[in-house]
Every structure is written in C-alpha cells, then in structure tokens.
C-alpha cells in the first residue's frame, strides 16, 4: 500500500483517510497483496449473463481501500474494453447501487451530490447541510465547493444562502466562506476562546450573543476548538453544550450543537446521526451510503463503538433490523472488513 499512497495526492488522501484532526480508526484496511487480475475477473463474472452476483460485487469492492478500488476500475475497463461505473448502473438498482458507486466516486463528489439532493425541490434538508458543513474543516469545505461548481455550475455558498435564513444562514456562510485558524494549540489560545465565550454570556446569566458565538466556532480549527472548549468547562464548570441547548432551537441550535460536538467527539455526532437516520418507520438511505462509505476508512470502527455506548446495541444488530438485501449486506461488509457470513 505505500507505493499506491505515494502517487495519491495530498488533497485526495486527506479525502479518503481523514483530516488531521479525525481518529484514525478504519473498518476497512488495504488488502494484502490483492491480486488485480482476479479482482477484475470476479467482478466482471458478477455482471455477466442473467442476473447479477451481487454478493461478489460487494467482496470486491466493499472489503478493498478506494486506492485498491480504483485499481480494480482501471483493470476491468482496460481488460474488458468496459465502462464499470456504466455496467454498474446498468446492473444495480436503489441504495445499494448508490452505495457502490459511492466508492468509487471521490468522497468531494458523493458530499457535493448529497449538498445538492438536500437542496433540490420542494423543502431542504437542514440536516445534511449541518452534518455535511458543520463538522469539516476549511480544506475539505473548499473542495466540496469546488466538486459543486464542477458537477452543477453553480456556486455553492450563494446556493446555501437562498436555502436558509437567519442566524442558521449566517453560520452556514461563515463554515463556507471564513478560513479556519490553524496556528498550534497553546494555552493562551486556549484561554481566549474560554473568555471569549464568557464575555459572550455563556458561563454567566448575562444576555447570550449568538454572534460572538458563531465568531468562536467558525474562527479556530477543530483541535484548538477542542482544547479551547475543555479550558472553558474548567473555568465555568458546565460544558458550553449546556448553555446551547437551553438557549438555542431548531436548524440553528442543532447546527451549532453539531459544531461543539464534532469538535469534542466526531465519531459519536456520526453515530448519533446512524440512529436517528434509522427510525421507526423509515430510514434514510442516503445517510448511511454517505458515512459509511465515507467513513469506512477514516474511523467507522470508531462511530461502531460509540453506537454501541450510547445506545446499549451493537451497530450491525441495527443495520440487520433497519435494511435489508444487498444494501444490508454492503453496509455491513464495510462495517466488518468483510463479507457478512449468514
């Protein structure tokens, strides 16, 4: 895998295995001395005739990093004088033909898609805008913007803005307009943010400022966030989530949750996202293509542990319960490394 991660560039590896800030803790690890020739063999067997061996797509291209993917894409379409992104499409149908075509996409891509399904139609999806913007940092938001200006000519924050409104907009335009310090984590920085904070009522019984808040957590990188936010608990005593939650409501209070939570413990806003995406009655598809695809070798591992500490139930029961056929068995192939075994 070391020769295959030096011809990455640095912007696509940051994509694929995680900003510096994110834990490093994959579900899905580089194959071992994959052989290529075999790879694209099965899968072009899988599509052959009538019918299509889903099972053996899902063996090749869910238990493999996106660089071994990528591989497996350039033999089959040189080998077999093919398009397998095309034969995919024409093999595959719903979520599960989303979420293998997900991972062979570049995550930019997959997140710019899923900015502008939120934002297509009648109604927005507030939810996947937080998710999406509230916990990246500045590079990665500028390349999202890049991949949507590229997929649908249009500029994305000026897309952003006629969506939403308030102080929910405001803090949107600032995640994507407003560059991230990345100056080292010191103490005095950690102090500034803390009495920042604290001058902006937030510790006291003093009118909150919302702007002053939305200042702090679109100013500082996600690290000195993290660290700046614990100096303010030792100040205060309360964690600044406290005060959010009682001052705050609806898309702009939940955006801003997102933010101080991402910053404190992203793997569990993701798992805490998994849960609410898998409801009662119905589950959104898209979400789970979206991070577990995503997130498979970044730190999914991670999101399966802190699913299961906060709500007492392993994350691969939820999925079995939640989906269903291919789809299932995809989600749970990135989940473990490998094929589900029934």
């Not at 070391?2 to 640095?10: K, M």
């Not at 940051?14 to 694209?40: I, S």
């Not at 997140?111 to 139609?121: N, W, Y």
């Not at 949750?257 to 793997?267: F, Q, Y």
Request: proline letters at 2%; aromatic letters at 8%.
């Amino acid at each position: 895998m070391s020769q295959i991660h030096s011809a990455l560039s640095h912007t696509l590896h940051d994509q694929l295995y995680g900003e510096n800030f994110d834990t490093k803790n994959p579900t899905v690890h580089a194959t071992p001395n994959l052989n290529l020739t075999a790879a694209t063999i099965i899968l072009r067997h899988s599509m052959e005739g009538y019918g299509t061996n889903e099972n053996d797509v899902i063996k090749v291209l869910a238990t493999t990093v996106y660089d071994q993917r990528k591989l497996i894409q350039a033999g089959y379409n040189r080998t077999f004088k093919r398009d397998v992104i095309k034969d995919l499409k024409d093999e595959l149908s719903g979520s599960f033909e989303e979420l293998i075509l997900a991972l062979l996409d570049e995550p930019d891509n997959v997140l710019a898609d899923h900015l502008h399904i939120a934002m297509k139609g009648w109604g927005t999806d507030e939810d996947a805008l937080t998710e999406i913007l509230g916990c990246r940092g500045t590079d990665s938001i500028n390349r999202i913007a890049e991949a949507y200006h590229r997929a649908y000519k249009k500029n994305l924050e000026e897309e952003v803005h006629g969506e939403t409104s308030g102080n929910y907009r405001k803090l949107l335009h600032f995640l994507l307009t407003r560059p991230r310090k990345s100056e080292s984590i010191t103490s005095e920085v950690n102090q500034e943010i803390a009495h920042s904070l604290i001058r902006a009522g937030f510790g006291n019984a003093r009118k909150l400022n919302e702007g002053d808040l939305i200042n702090q957590l679109t100013l500082y990188s996600f690290p000195q966030l993290s660290s700046g936010l614990k100096t303010f608990e030792s100040i205060v005593g309360t964690k600044l989530q406290e005060f959010v939650r009682k001052g705050y409501t609806g898309d702009f209070g939940k955006a801003l949750l997102t933010i101080v939570e991402c910053a404190e413990n992203r793997p569990a806003v993701y798992a805490k996202r998994i849960h609410d995406a898998m409801g009662r009655f119905k589950t959104n598809d898209k979400l789970l293509v979206r991070i577990f695809a995503l997130r498979s070798s970044i730190d999914l591992n991670a999101i399966r542990e802190e699913y299961q500490k906060q709500y007492k139930e392993t994350l691969e029961s939820r999925i079995i319960k939640a989906t269903k056929s291919d789809f299932r068995n995809g989600l749970l192939a990135l989940l473990s490394g490998d094929f589900p075994q029934n």
